[in-house]
């Protein structure tokens, strides 16, 4: 079945500065790949949409500036916070996949910035 | 817009008893998906059935089973002969093919030994 890697699964940072994250399909092509956030005992959030070969589209609310989604091949998004803040702590989960399947799910990655 | 309604926080079930937790959708969609989720302590998201809404007979995935019904928009989950590994919390998704999912906010289920 489809397999999504997500790294690193957790990463604390300095109040400043910027964080990479990850997310790959290791046996299949993803056009399309979903970044989530979810804070403790909640459901999780979408925070945008990262399509291949063009810009990531946002849901409202969530800072484009602040959390840059690159998707630059089929395999590999990347969502990256920059000048990350106390409050940009929470885990923050990709997916990817074909709806009709039910999505794949990376296992997720905690931030904590001190 | 798409709401996904999961009306118990929080839900418990003797080991080897049946348990349904209850989710309602809304859409104004014909065609759609309709998951459920598991996420343990680990926080890895695992599906744990699906269902096609042009399909009428309910999903089954061995002790997993759905009651779905169109008309009313709810899709609840039954999970019979429950186990101790089936404490987790668990989610009602819907989604419209190509896009994102839409999910409830969860059910945290115990298992009582």
């Known amino acids: 079945g489809a397999v999504v890697s997500q790294h690193p699964s957790w990463v604390i940072c300095k109040s400043g500065t910027s964080v990479k994250i990850e997310c790959r399909s290791l046996?299949?092509?993803?056009?399309?790949m979903f970044w989530y956030r979810q804070f403790p005992k909640q459901s999780l959030m979408l925070m945008a949409t990262?399509?291949?070969?063009?810009?990531?589209?946002?849901e409202q609310g969530v800072e484009k500036d602040k959390f840059l989604i690159n998707h630059a091949s089929l395999t590999l998004s990347t969502l990256t916070v920059t000048s990350a803040h106390p409050e940009d702590s929470s885990f923050y989960i990709c997916?990817?996949?074909?709806?009709?399947?039910?999505?794949?799910f990376g296992s997720g990655t905690r931030l904590t910035v001190v | 817009a798409q709401t996904v309604t999961q009306s118990q926080p929080e839900m418990s079930v003797q080991e080897a008893e049946t348990v349904t937790l209850s989710c309602t959708y809304d859409t104004s969609e014909s065609d759609y998906y309709l998951f459920w989720y598991k996420q343990p302590p680990s926080r890895q998201m695992i599906l744990v059935i699906r269902?096609?809404?042009?399909?009428?007979q309910n999903a089954t995935e061995n002790r997993f089973s759905v009651n779905f019904q169109k008309a009313a928009k709810s899709f609840s989950l039954k999970i019979s002969d429950s186990q101790l590994g089936d404490a987790a919390m668990y989610f009602c998704a819907y989604s419209v093919t190509g896009n994102q999912f839409y999910f409830g906010t969860g059910t945290s289920l115990t298992v009582i030994p």
């Open positions: 997916s990817a996949g074909r709806s009709r399947d039910g999505y794949t």
């Open positions: 269902q096609e809404a042009y399909k009428q």
């Open positions: 046996d299949f092509q993803a056009t399309t």
């Open positions: 990262s399509n291949e070969g063009s810009k990531a589209t946002y």
